[in-house]
């Protein structure tokens, strides 16, 4: 469980870091149920639950992602689930997110409605080189 | 050194509580440098360094308020540096505070600034029935 925690961790880390050196102030929380990181710049809000894994496929509580959709709809903020998965990061908008179980299902098919990092904060869709030939 | 460290993560866990209980989403911060509390209701964002003393006089390092007051220009939201003083809760101004030194120094006189928790969730000065008589 340490080495899951400590991973957990270390992503929510690498996240603060980007957004600082993108103008946020950002806060990592103490607690750890369904919110990790809040990020502010000039009254824009962003709020994340971040898990990492390095398999193709792992599973959210829906607990955590409720938890993460009434905190941010109460502070007033923008809500993100922050995935790092095969080294990739993407950002899901939780109210995309569907499951008819206790848990949501990660697995590539995520892709088609995750976004990142740049589109997160605004600076619309990083272009890849080979997206521009 | 444990020991002081548990009464203030005891305060600030007593402050989130009390900002729960009025309809604020609040994270306690995992680092400890500066910013201890921020709380959201709605977009109206509250930004607390808490410090708790038994004594009758105590410091506070001039770096940590600075730390409080530049976050929550960058976030943008109200700082209040919250201090428990002989078992009283009282909120100040960062900005009011003043010294020639490295360390602020906080004693009875910071009483003549400070203003209580009512007043810093905007429901005007909780009035003691002895106020009234």
Redesign the interface.
Same mark, same amino acid.
Request: hydrophobic residues 45%; aromatic residues 14%.
């Given at each position: 469980m340490r080495h899951k925690y400590r991973k957990g961790s270390s992503f929510e880390r690498e996240l603060k870091r980007l957004l600082e050196k993108e103008? !946020?102030?950002v *806060?990592?929380?103490?607690?750890s149920k369904g919110?990790d990181l809040?990020a502010?710049?000039?009254?824009?809000?962003l709020i994340f639950e971040c898990k990492t894994s390095s398999k193709t496929k792992f599973y959210i509580n829906k607990e955590d992602i409720e938890k993460l959709i009434s !905190?941010?709809e *109460?502070?007033?903020?923008k809500p993100y689930l922050a995935i790092k998965f095969n080294g990739e990061m993407l950002f899901i908008n939780p109210f995309l997110l569907s499951t008819n179980g206790k848990n949501y299902v990660i697995d590539e098919r995520i892709k088609a409605i995750a976004i990142d990092f740049y589109e997160v904060i605004g600076r619309g869709k990083q272009l890849k080189i080979d997206d521009l030939i």
């Open positions: 103008g !946020f102030a *806060i990592r929380s103490a607690g919110v809040i502010g710049r000039k009254g824009e809000v !905190f941010s *109460i502070f007033g903020g």
